[in-house]
């Protein structure tokens, strides 16, 4: 008989959950279409369902008409790109996690301060491109260890550090070590910059997976922190697999006698974990059994701008 271990927590976090409910009101209360820069999270089903609603995605500002609702993704924008919205006369929602616009103001004092600094994070990823938009003078990006290396800039100068919000915690701290061994004067932010959310899931990951033969993640292809669930799991050795929900799961993959570690990204729906489980409930008889390693009760509020609107 198999057995699933439902981690928990799992899903949605605080600053997700706070961008779906800023669009889906924002939909009720202006009516469709409402355009959203880039995916408001990064989850194949979320933006499935808000594109039914009216939901319009674009990655240039040229596609929004003057005056349209705008509202800006849980990853953060550039300040050049709030400018480029007023500049077009477009009605500005603002629903960046609060976690992100951390980073962006770190990187804001460090740079006034006179610093370079050395951010952590995956090139090209929106929340990355948000955050050096702050700075762009005075930030170098680098994604690994070998990168440290690869830097070409003063010893003696002032440095700090900042991270991507959704990266491994494991492997920004080696990074982070491998900085501070070639540049001692480092300094870093005031509190880490990887979000309670994504350090929570892989804790759970890394407690649970020792006990199972394969881990399921769900979550989509460009989710960072979903991509990390993966890749932890697999560093323990473990059979795993990224999947945007049950159609993915290939039935080559169990005997049926298996441990199914069973987790998701924070921007992964429960629905979408909640039809896996029934999935193998019904092929394999599972049996079923909720690991928490942590509570969380954390609450963001809506942006500004919608905190007074009433559908």
């Not at 880039?38 to 596609?63: P, Q, T, W």
């Not at 880490?192 to 769900?218: G, H, K, M």
């Amino acid at each position: 008989m198999m057995r699933v271990i439902l981690a928990s927590p799992r899903g949605f976090c605080a600053g997700v959950n706070m961008a779906i409910e800023s669009l889906n009101l924002a939909i009720q209360a202006f009516g469709p279409p409402v355009y959203v820069y880039h995916e408001i999270v990064h989850n194949k089903y979320v933006v499935e369902y808000f594109r039914a609603k009216g939901g319009i995605f674009v990655d240039n500002l040229d596609e929004v008409p003057t005056d349209a609702h705008l509202l800006f993704s849980a990853h953060g924008v550039s300040p050049e790109i709030r400018l480029a919205a007023r500049q077009r006369k477009l009605d500005a929602i603002d629903a960046t996690c609060p976690l992100v616009t951390k980073v962006h103001l770190e990187a804001v004092r460090f740079a006034k301060a006179g610093y370079t600094i050395i951010l952590i994070g995956h090139q090209g990823h929106d929340e990355v491109i948000g955050t050096m938009g702050e700075a762009p003078e005075a930030i170098v990006l680098i994604e690994s260890e070998e990168d440290v290396e690869q830097l070409d800039i003063p010893t003696d100068g002032k440095l700090a550090y900042l991270t991507q919000t959704t990266l491994s915690v494991d492997d920004a701290n080696r990074i982070i070590q491998c900085l501070k061994r070639r540049f001692p004067q480092l300094e870093g932010p005031p509190k880490e910059d990887i979000c309670y959310a994504t350090q929570n899931r892989q804790e759970a990951v890394r407690q649970l997976s020792p006990e199972v033969d394969i881990t399921l993640v769900l979550g989509s292809q460009n989710s960072s922190n979903s991509q990390r669930l993966k890749e932890l799991s697999r560093e323990g050795g473990v059979r795993s697999h990224l999947i945007d929900g049950v159609v993915d799961i290939d039935s080559h993959w169990f005997r049926g006698d298996e441990t199914v570690l069973v987790t998701a990204g924070a921007s992964a729906p429960e629905s979408v974990v909640e039809e896996c489980v029934d999935f193998l409930r019904a092929e394999y008889d599972a049996e079923v059994e909720i690991r928490s390693i942590r509570d969380e009760q954390v609450h963001f509020p809506l942006p500004q701008e919608l905190r007074t609107v009433v559908p």
